[in-house]
C-alpha cells in the first residue's frame, strides 16, 4: 500500500532487474479513477498499474499469486499479446495489495443461479456486482478466475499502451501515428526507423492515452492460444525462485508457534524452562492461545516448541469424528438454507409399479489442503510499520488482519508476495501472517522468519467440511424421471468470509450446494436443499470447494440410478446432458471416445466415469482401474474439459491433471479424524497423497464450443473422486458411499 511508494522510490528489485526511472502504463478508462499502488518518485512516471517500462525493458505486473498454476505466464500473455514485445524479454512481478488489482470476476459465483444457462439479465446483475470487489479491492487468487478476470482487462492494458507509445513516437519523429507499427518492443516506422519503448516511455506518461483501443481477433495472437515457455520455471528447477520459506533478511530470527490441538481451545499454562535452557533459544513468547519460540535457526526453535510443557483446554465442539459427523447428519431434519433448484414436483410425484426408486445416503470426511511448503511467513516490525513477505492468496486481507494485531493503520502494513508451494484456498486465510506480525512486534527491529513444523500446520488447517447427503430418485422408462438431494455440512462461504470481513453473508449458500443444484441434467423434478451445520471447527476454501463433495454425491447416485435403470452409466448421463447442455454432453462424448468406452471392461478391469460442471467448465473424467490378487490398482485416467478458449494448452493440461490427482487422493485415502477434540493425522505418512510413480496415467482432451472463458484450476478436481468410486464399484460390485476408498479397498500402486 502506502510504503509500495517508498520502495519503488529507492528501487525495487524484481529478480536481478531493477526498475528506477521508469514508466507504468495500464488501463485508463476503464480503471482510471482506483489509486495506481506504483507511486512514481524522482525521475519516474507511471500511467497506471500494469506494465512498467524503464532502460532495462518491460516488465509486466501479475496481480495474482503464483502457486504453479501458471498465473505469471498466461497474464502476462495477455498484456504482451496487445502490447508488442518479444516473450524472450519479458519480466514478471507481483503487484503490491491494492484496489487496482481486485478480482472482479469473483462475483461471477455470485449470484444463486444455474452457471450454465445465466441469461442476458442474470449477466448484467453480476457484472453490476463487481462494484463489490472493487470497493473492498479483493485481490484474491481463488474460484478459478484469475485469467476470466484477466481475460479483457490486460488485453486493454497491453493495447492501451501500445497506442500511447506510438503517440509518444509519433510527437517525436512527426510521423502520423497511421503509419507507424510495433514489434518486439519497439516502435517501428518507414524508412526502417525503430524507437525502442524505453526511449518513449516517460513522453508517453505524460499524454492521455486514447479511450477506445479495438482488441486484436484471435486469428491474430502470437501468444495466446498456444503453449508458451513458463516464465516461472528456470527459477524453479534451478532453486533460484524464492518461496516465502527462502526469504533471507539481515539480521534475521527463526520462530515457530505452537496453538491448542484443540482448534480454537484455550492455553491454561505452559512451562517453557526447558527450552529456554536449550544453547540458541532466544525468547519464548506467550501469545494467549499458544506459544512461540524464536531461536537462531528453525530447527533449533522446533526441537524447543517441542520442549515447552503446555495444558491445553477442551475443545469448543464435539470432541470425536463420530459426533461431529452425528451433528452434520441431524442436519438434514433441519429446515434449509436454500433450495436453489426445484423443478417439477418432486413431492407430487405418483409412482407406480414400474417405476424403480433409489435412495442413498453418502459422507465425506474432513479434509487438509497439505500444502507441500508449510506455513510461514517472515515480518519485520519497526513500530510505525511493518513489512510481511509470504505466499498469499490474499495479500490485502493480511495487511488489514496484521495491522489489526499490532496496532497499526493497514496503509503502515507492506505484504511483500512471494510464490507459493501450494496454496488450494489454504493461503487465502491470513492467520499465518497475523501470527508472524505478533511475534515480530515482540521483536522490534530485527525480522523474523515464523515457520510452521508440518505437524503444526496439519494439525491446524481450516480444514474442507465433512458432509452428508441423502438422495432420492425415480427411473421411470429406462430415464431419471426425479432427483431429490439433501446436503449438510458447515458452511465455508459463511465462515471463512466472516472470518476475513467480520460478517457472514446472508441468503442462501450457493457455494453450499454447488456440483449438486447446478448440474446440466434434463431431470424434470429436480430439487436440493441445502442444510447448514453450526460447527466450531474451522473450515475453509479447499480446491473445489462445495463441488468437491457435492461431485461425489451427485454422480455417485447418478451411477446408481443408471444401474437401476439397466443403463450404461455413460449413456444414461449423456441422455440427460445432451436435453440440457451442448457443451457438457460434448465433453462426456469426447471422454468416451478417448477411453473407447464400451461399456464391456476386460475382465479384472473396472471403468466409472463422472461429469461435473464447475468453475464455468464441465469436465468428463473416466477412470480405469483393475484387480490386483484382491487389491485395486488405478491405472489410467481420461479428462475431456471445455474452456470457451484455451489460453495455453500446455497449462490447461497441467491443471486438469494436477485437479484430477488432487481428486483422486482424497477419494482413495485422504481424512482427517478427530480424537479427544485433537487432530489425528501429524504428516504425510498419516495423509497420504499419489506420488508421480503411483499416479494413473492421465491423457486430457481441451475442447472450445463455450461462448464463455471457463476456470480450470478446480474443475477436474469434483468429477475425480465419484469417477473412481464408480470404477471401484464396476470393478467390485461393492457400492462404497463413504470416503475414503480406502476404508473399505485396498489399493496397490
Given at each position: 500500500m502506502a510504503n509500495w511508494g517508498r520502495i519503488a522510490r529507492r528501487t525495487f528489485l524484481i529478480g536481478s532487474a531493477a526498475i528506477a526511472g521508469g514508466v507504468a502504463f495500464g488501463v485508463w478508462q476503464y480503471r482510471r479513477e482506483l489509486p495506481n499502488p506504483l507511486e512514481p518518485g524522482e525521475g519516474q512516471a507511471t500511467l497506471n498499474p500494469w506494465i512498467l517500462i524503464d532502460q532495462e525493458g518491460v516488465t509486466l505486473i501479475a496481480a495474482r499469486a503464483e502457486m504453479g498454476q501458471g498465473v505469471y505466464t498466461t497474464l502476462p500473455a495477455l498484456i504482451a499479446e496487445e502490447l508488442d514485445v518479444a516473450w524472450e524479454d519479458i519480466r514478471v512481478m507481483h503487484g503490491p495489495a491494492a484496489q487496482a488489482y481486485y478480482n472482479g470476476a469473483l462475483m461471477t459465483h455470485a449470484l444463486p443461479v444455474n452457471d450454465y444457462e445465466r441469461t442476458g439479465f442474470q449477466d448484467a446483475m453480476i457484472e453490476a456486482l463487481t462494484i463489490l470487489p472493487k470497493t473492498l479491492g479483493l485481490q484474491v487468487t481463488g474460484g478459478s478466475t484469475s485469467t476470466i478476470d484477466a481475460y479483457e482487462k490486460l488485453r486493454m492494458a497491453g493495447a492501451t499502451a501500445r497506442e500511447t507509445l506510438k503517440q509518444?513516437?509519433?510527437?517525436?519523429?512527426?510521423?502520423?501515428?497511421?503509419?507507424?507499427?510495433?514489434?518486439?518492443?519497439?516502435?517501428?516506422?518507414?524508412?526502417?526507423?525503430?524507437?525502442?519503448?524505453?526511449?518513449?516511455?516517460?513522453?508517453?506518461?505524460?499524454?492521455?492515452?486514447?479511450?477506445?483501443?479495438?482488441?486484436?481477433?484471435?486469428?491474430?495472437?502470437?501468444?495466446?492460444?498456444?503453449?508458451?515457455?513458463?516464465?516461472?520455471?528456470?527459477?524453479?528447477?534451478?532453486?533460484?525462485?524464492?518461496?516465502?520459506?527462502?526469504?533471507?533478511?539481515?539480521?534475521?530470527?527463526?520462530?515457530?508457534?505452537?496453538?491448542?490441538?484443540?482448534?480454537?481451545?484455550t492455553m491454561e499454562s505452559f512451562d517453557a524452562t526447558a527450552a529456554l535452557a536449550m544453547p540458541g533459544v532466544e525468547r519464548v513468547i506467550d501469545l494467549g492461545t499458544g506459544i512461540a519460540v524464536v531461536a537462531t535457526n528453525t530447527w533449533l526453535a522446533f526441537r524447543a516448541a517441542d520442549a515447552v510443557e503446555i495444558a491445553w483446554g477442551p475443545a469448543p465442539y464435539p470432541e470425536t469424528g463420530e459426533a461431529l459427523l452425528d451433528a452434520i447428519r441431524a442436519s438434514l431434519?433441519?429446515?434449509?438454507?436454500?433450495?436453489?433448484?426445484?423443478?417439477?414436483?418432486?413431492?407430487?410425484?405418483e409412482i407406480s409399479g414400474d417405476d424403480r426408486v433409489v435412495e442413498a445416503e453418502y459422507t465425506v470426511p474432513w479434509l487438509a489442503h497439505a500444502t507441500m511448503e508449510p506455513m510461514n511467513a517472515t515480518a519485520l516490525?519497526?513500530?510505525?510499520?511493518?513489512?510481511?513477505?509470504?505466499?498469499?492468496?490474499?495479500?490485502?486481507?493480511?495487511?488489514?488482519?496484521?495491522?489489526?494485531?499490532?496496532?497499526?493503520?493497514?496503509?503502515?502494513?507492506?505484504?511483500?508476495?512471494?510464490?507459493?508451494?501450494?496454496?488450494?484456498?489454504?493461503?487465502?486465510?491470513?492467520?499465518?501472517?497475523?501470527?508472524?506480525?505478533?511475534?515480530?512486534?515482540?521483536?522490534?527491529?530485527?525480522?523474523?522468519?515464523?515457520?510452521?513444523?508440518?505437524?503444526?500446520?496439519?494439525?491446524?488447517?481450516?480444514?474442507?467440511?465433512?458432509?452428508?447427503?441423502?438422495?432420492?430418485?425415480?427411473?421411470?422408462?429406462?430415464?431419471?424421471?426425479?432427483?431429490?438431494?439433501?446436503?449438510?455440512?458447515?458452511?465455508?462461504?459463511?465462515?471463512?468470509?466472516?472470518?476475513?470481513?467480520?460478517?457472514?453473508?446472508?441468503?442462501?449458500?450457493?457455494?453450499?450446494?454447488?456440483?449438486?443444484?447446478?448440474?446440466?441434467?434434463?431431470?424434470?423434478?429436480?430439487?436440493?436443499?441445502?442444510?447448514?451445520?453450526?460447527?466450531a471447527v474451522p473450515v475453509?476454501?479447499?480446491?473445489?470447494?462445495?463441488?468437491?463433495?457435492?461431485?461425489?454425491?451427485?454422480?455417485?447416485?447418478?451411477?446408481?440410478?443408471?444401474?437401476?435403470?439397466?443403463?450404461?452409466?455413460?449413456?444414461?448421463?449423456?441422455?440427460?446432458?445432451?436435453?440440457?447442455?451442448?457443451?457438457?454432453?460434448?465433453?462426456?462424448e469426447a471422454v468416451a471416445q478417448m477411453s473407447n468406452w464400451t461399456g464391456s471392461p476386460r475382465r479384472g478391469v473396472g471403468r466409472g466415469v463422472a461429469m461435473t460442471y464447475s468453475f464455468h467448465t464441465p469436465v468428463a473424467v473416466v477412470v480405469e482401474v483393475s484387480d490386483r490378487d484382491g487389491d485395486v490398482s488405478i491405472?489410467?485416467?481420461?479428462?475431456?474439459?471445455?474452456v470457451g478458449t484455451a489460453l495455453d494448452p500446455d497449462i490447461i493440461r497441467q491443471q486438469m491433471e494436477g485437479g484430477l490427482v488432487y481428486g483422486?487422493?482424497?477419494?482413495?485415502?485422504?481424512?482427517?479424524?478427530?480424537?479427544?477434540?485433537?487432530?489425528?493425522?501429524?504428516?504425510?505418512?498419516?495423509?497420504?497423497a499419489l506420488r508421480i510413480h503411483t499416479c494413473p496415467e492421465i491423457e486430457v482432451r481441451i475442447l472450445e464450443t463455450q461462448d464463455h472463458l471457463g476456470g480450470v484450476g478446480e474443475p477436474a478436481t469434483p468429477p475425480a473422486m465419484p469417477a473412481l468410486a464408480n470404477a471401484v464399484y464396476d470393478l467390485t460390485g461393492e457400492r462404497i458411499r463413504d470416503l475414503p476408498l480406502s476404508r473399505r479397498v485396498r489399493f496397490v500402486f
Open positions: 509518444a513516437a509519433s510527437e517525436r519523429l512527426g510521423i502520423p501515428v497511421a503509419n507507424l507499427a510495433t514489434r518486439d518492443g519497439r516502435v517501428i516506422a518507414p524508412g526502417g526507423i525503430e524507437v525502442p519503448y524505453a526511449d518513449l516511455g516517460e513522453t508517453a506518461a505524460t499524454m492521455d492515452p486514447p479511450r477506445h483501443v479495438p482488441l486484436r481477433p484471435a486469428s491474430e495472437w502470437r501468444y495466446l492460444g498456444r503453449a508458451m515457455p513458463r516464465t516461472d520455471m528456470v527459477a524453479k528447477v534451478t532453486g533460484t525462485a524464492e518461496f516465502g520459506i527462502d526469504v533471507r533478511l539481515p539480521g534475521m530470527k527463526f520462530a515457530t508457534v505452537r496453538m491448542s490441538p484443540r482448534l480454537g481451545g431434519d433441519e429446515a434449509p438454507n436454500s433450495t436453489l433448484r426445484d423443478d417439477g414436483d418432486v413431492d407430487g410425484m516490525f519497526t513500530g510505525d510499520a511493518l513489512e510481511i513477505w509470504a505466499g498469499s492468496q490474499s495479500p490485502g486481507f493480511a495487511e488489514k488482519a496484521a495491522a489489526e494485531a499490532v496496532g497499526l493503520d493497514a496503509d503502515a502494513v507492506t505484504c511483500h508476495v512471494t510464490y507459493l508451494g501450494g496454496g488450494f484456498g489454504r493461503r487465502g486465510e491470513v492467520d499465518y501472517a497475523v501470527l508472524a506480525a505478533r511475534v515480530a512486534a515482540e521483536m522490534p527491529g530485527a525480522p523474523v522468519q515464523v515457520t510452521w513444523s508440518r505437524e503444526e500446520d496439519m494439525r491446524h488447517d481450516f480444514y474442507r467440511p465433512a458432509a452428508v447427503a441423502r438422495m432420492r430418485g425415480i427411473i421411470r422408462g429406462g430415464f431419471a424421471q426425479a432427483l431429490d438431494g439433501k446436503v449438510a455440512a458447515p458452511s465455508v462461504t459463511r465462515q471463512s468470509t466472516k472470518r476475513l470481513s467480520g460478517t457472514a453473508p446472508p441468503g442462501p449458500d450457493k457455494g453450499h450446494v454447488e456440483g449438486m443444484f447446478n448440474q446440466p441434467y434434463a431431470i424434470p423434478n429436480y430439487r436440493v436443499t441445502g442444510h447448514l451445520t453450526d460447527l475453509g476454501f479447499w480446491r473445489s470447494v462445495g463441488n468437491s463433495f457435492n461431485g461425489f454425491f451427485m454422480e455417485s447416485f447418478i451411477d446408481e440410478m443408471a444401474r437401476a435403470a439397466g443403463r450404461d452409466p455413460l449413456a444414461f448421463r449423456l441422455d440427460l446432458a445432451e436435453r440440457e447442455h451442448a457443451p457438457s454432453a460434448g465433453v462426456l491405472d489410467k485416467a481420461w479428462v475431456a474439459c471445455d483422486l487422493s482424497a477419494a482413495a485415502m485422504e481424512e482427517i479424524t478427530f480424537a479427544d477434540g485433537e487432530v489425528q493425522q501429524w504428516n504425510f505418512p498419516d495423509y497420504d
